[in-house]
T-cell receptor, first 115, second 113 residues
Framework: EAQVTQNPRYLITVTGKKLTVTCSQN?????MSWYRQDPGLGLRQIYY???????DKGDVPEGYKVSRKEKRNFPLILESPSPNQTSLYFC??????????????FGPGTRLLVL | AQSVTQPDIHITVSEGASLELRCNYS??????LFWYVQSPGQGLQLLLK??????LVQGIKGFEAEFKRSQSSFNLRKPSVHWSDAAEYFC???????????FGSGTKLNVKP
């Protein structure tokens, strides 16, 4: 089944404790992206990747890191989480050539609470 | 700068009634416009998209949207709403460098029996 998976789905952590949220897709998509969703703000793009080893900042990259060593995986790293990073996070991937202008397929989301 | 505005935070309609969700965008070049739907506890699913050509776009689940350049709008419509349409709807614009993507703040749709 074609899908985007994220782990963990729920995470409670404390300020300053490094964490990684994994994202994996099995559709051979080149473009992958991370978003955070906050009430009243919709989804905001954190980072995106056009292909392996090619990443760039979205609108709200501060406090986050990403890496793209393999085509299928695009982990999101919070090296020193803070309470303002409490949010619902979505990973997405889209079909080749068109980047996000092709249909984006979203993962189920990761709900993060930073105490 | 690109931006997307969805002026209605919540909308309630009766089952079988027609629906229109509003979306206005701000973008300097030709916009690439999208509507996504998010069911409770789920990720987002693409309903339809507009790149060029016919300004009336048909999507899945009986939805359509009309691009009006003069009004900078891309409103979503459905002639007869079903209870299963209750969800949150997001309008979005893609930058023409194919990289960045901007969502509106969303409209939550409730459907009354």
């Amino acid at each position: 089944e074609a899908q985007v998976t994220q782990n963990p789905r729920y995470l409670i952590t404390v300020t300053g404790k490094k964490l990684t949220v994994t994202c994996s897709q099995n559709m051979n998509h080149e473009y992958m992206s991370w978003y955070r969703q906050d009430p009243g703000l919709g989804l905001r793009q954190i980072y995106y990747s056009m292909n392996v080893e090619v990443t760039d900042k979205g609108d709200v990259p501060e406090g986050y890191k990403v890496s793209r060593k393999e085509k299928r995986n695009f982990p999101l790293i919070l090296e020193s989480p803070s309470p303002n990073q409490t949010s619902l996070y979505f990973c997405a991937s889209s079909e080749p050539r068109g980047g996000p202008l092709e249909t984006q397929y979203f993962g189920p989301g990761t709900r993060l609470l930073v105490l | 700068a690109q931006s997307v505005t969805q002026p209605d935070i919540h909308i309630t309609v009766s089952e079988g009634a027609s629906l229109e969700l509003r979306c206005n965008y701000s973008y300097g070049a030709t916009p690439y416009l999208f509507w996504y739907v998010q069911s409770p506890g789920q990720g987002l699913q693409l309903l339809l998209k507009y790149f060029s050509g016919d300004t009336l776009v048909q999507g899945i689940k009986g939805f359509e949207a009309e691009f009006k350049r003069s009004q900078s709008s891309f409103n979503l419509r459905k002639p007869s709403v079903h209870w299963s349409d209750a969800a949150e709807y997001f309008c979005a614009v893609g930058a023409n460098n194919f990289n960045k993507f901007y969502f509106g703040s969303g409209t939550k749709l409730n459907v009354k029996p």
